[in-house]
T-cell receptor, first 117, second 113 residues
Framework: GAVVSQHPSRVICKSGTSVKIECRSLDFQATTMFWYRQFPKQSLMLMATSNEGSKATYEQGVEKDKFLINHASLTLSTLTVTSAHPEDSSFYIC?????????????FGQGTRLTVV | AQSVTQLDSQVPVFEEAPVELRCNYS??????LFWYVQYPNQGLQLLLKYLSGSTLVKGINGFEAEFNKSQTSFHLRKPSVHISDTAEYFC???????????FGAGTRLAVHP
């Protein structure tokens, strides 16, 4: 399968600072990227969907001003957690899908564990 | 609205024994169904998927699943598990391919020697 790389894999930041997480498709052009959040011992919850060159579509209950998503190129999407607080500590995972019909497979990155202290 | 229920949060099993991880879903329209595996601190890897066609789907690592529309189930099975199968398994459903996957809570498969 195709490769999706997330960076960093782990990050610790102080409360009140911002953190940027990158999601890159290494060997295909990702027209659509998805950002998920996973709390400990829980399932993944979709946060937002972004299409290259367009504004992201956020799921209900997700603060778009707090979780800034940029998808400026076909190989890179970023998630910025602004003014992070301890409750934002979580495992963030992206997935990327190339061009084609909706049943074109989406591939997941390895995730980023964010700890806010 | 769609939802996914994974009936078992944990499944302990001995090596080389068969295993079934249960998944039920609810949806008012046709669905696509997926099983993913997650190893500690890693992303998700697709095990198998049902989009259309044969209801018995074979995936990687010897896993298979059967789509049962009447019972709204998509249970995952493996006839003989290995220690390396120890991981978290997620069932997911969507109404549109890989768009907006709705995940179940996950099942922790623990394979013991």
């Amino acid at each position: 399968g195709a490769v999706v790389s997330q960076h960093p894999s782990r990050v610790i930041c102080k409360s009140g600072t911002s953190v940027k997480i990158e999601c890159r498709s290494l060997d295909f052009q990702a027209t659509t990227m998805f950002w998920y959040r996973q709390f400990p011992k829980q399932s993944l919850m979709l946060m937002a969907t972004s299409n290259e060159g367009s504004k992201a579509t956020y799921e209900q209950g997700v603060e778009k001003d707090k979780f800034l998503i940029n998808h400026a190129s076909l190989t890179l999407s970023t998630l910025t957690v602004t003014s992070a607080h301890p409750e934002d500590s979580s495992f963030y995972i992206c997935s990327a899908r190339g061009q084609g019909l909706v049943n074109t497979e989406a591939f997941f990155g390895q995730g980023t564990r964010l700890t806010v202290v | 609205a769609q939802s996914v229920t994974q009936l078992d949060s944990q499944v302990p099993v001995f090596e080389e024994a068969p295993v079934e991880l249960r998944c039920n879903y609810s949806s008012s329209v046709s669905v696509y169904l997926f099983w993913y595996v997650q190893y500690p601190n890693q992303g998700l890897q697709l095990l198998l998927k049902y989009l259309s066609g044969s209801t018995l789907v074979k995936g990687i690592n010897g896993f298979e699943a059967e789509f049962n529309k009447s019972q709204t189930s998509f249970h995952l099975r493996k006839p003989s598990v290995h220690i390396s199968d120890t991981a978290e398994y997620f069932c997911a459903v969507s109404e549109g391919g890989y768009n907006k996957l709705i995940f179940g809570a996950g099942t922790r498969l623990a394979v013991h020697p």
